[in-house]
Nanobody
Framework: QVQLVESGGGLVQAGGSLRLSCKAAGFSLASYNIGWFRQAPGKEREFVAAVRWTGSSHYASNVQGRCAISRDIATKMVYLQINNLKPEDTAVYYC??????????????WGQGTRVIVSS
């Protein structure tokens, strides 16, 4: 059974950093694309970053340079490091996975989300 469980969200001041974690189960990160989306209050869910099954990383333009996605195939963990957090980064962050690329809001598997609040 495929399962994604996020953790690491919380309240952080602007300019701070946070590392989100996603624990995958039921599939191998070596054969799935996996990444992060976020949904701010009143807005649509948007792509943040992803790592393909090949290992290549991809980022949304509005987080490029501030985010780093990484994965550990052995432990089935995926991490999203976000630096220089801004109030507009406030959102629920979701882990998503699919064998299809690119990842979309219609991707097959989703976690329950972890909330990030950035105070100014």
């Amino acid at each position: 059974q495929v399962q994604l469980v996020e953790s690491g969200g919380g309240l952080v001041q602007a300019g701070g950093s946070l590392r989100l974690s996603c624990k995958a189960a039921g599939f191998s990160l070596a054969s799935y694309n996996i990444g992060w989306f976020r949904q701010a209050p009143g807005k649509e869910r948007e792509f943040v970053a992803a790592v393909r099954w090949t290992g290549s990383s991809h980022y949304a333009s509005n987080v490029q340079g501030r985010c780093a996605i990484s994965r550990d195939i052995a432990t089935k963990m995926v991490y999203l490091q976000i630096n220089n957090l801004k109030p507009e980064d406030t959102a629920v962050y979701y882990c998503a996975a699919d064998q299809a690329w690119p990842l979309r809001v219609t991707s097959a598997y989703w976690g329950q989300g972890t909330r990030v609040i950035v105070s100014s």
